[in-house]
């Protein structure tokens, strides 16, 4: 996964200051396996790089993981407030 700066007028957050971390699947189907990136909170990870969620092992057939992740969002002292937007996109490789 990746992630971009957030920002508002006048301000940005960096991918240093988003952490994550996927947690366990909570729903996993097909004949293989898939495990989480970051299980628990102790192995969050910044998103100041491209990062895995999750990786399958076993069967290649059909194979579907799903997960409610968990960011969070150290703001810098100098932050303005303001609606901050920006983008995680998770993609399957």
């Known amino acids: 996964m990746t992630a ?3 920002t508002t007028t006048g301000g940005t957050i960096a991918t240093s200051n988003i952490a994550y971390w996927s947690g ?3 729903v996993d189907t097909g004949h293989g396996a898939c495990h989480p990136g970051q299980d628990t ?3 969050q990870v910044t998103l100041d ?4 969620a999750f990786h399958h092992t076993g069967s290649t057939d059909n194979e579907s993981c799903s ?4 960011l ?3 703001l810098p ?3 303005v407030a303001g609606h901050y937007t920006g ?3 998770h993609s399957v490789a």
Not at 49 to 52: E, L, W
Not at 67 to 70: F, K, S, V
């Open 24 to 26: 366990p699947a909570t």
């Open 49 to 52: 790089a491209p990062r895995t």
């Open 87 to 89: 983008t995680i996109t």
């Open 67 to 70: 997960w409610n992740p968990t």
């Open 4 to 6: 971009t700066a957030l």
């Open 77 to 79: 002292a100098n932050a």
């Open 41 to 43: 909170a102790t192995k």
């Open 72 to 74: 969070v969002i150290s």
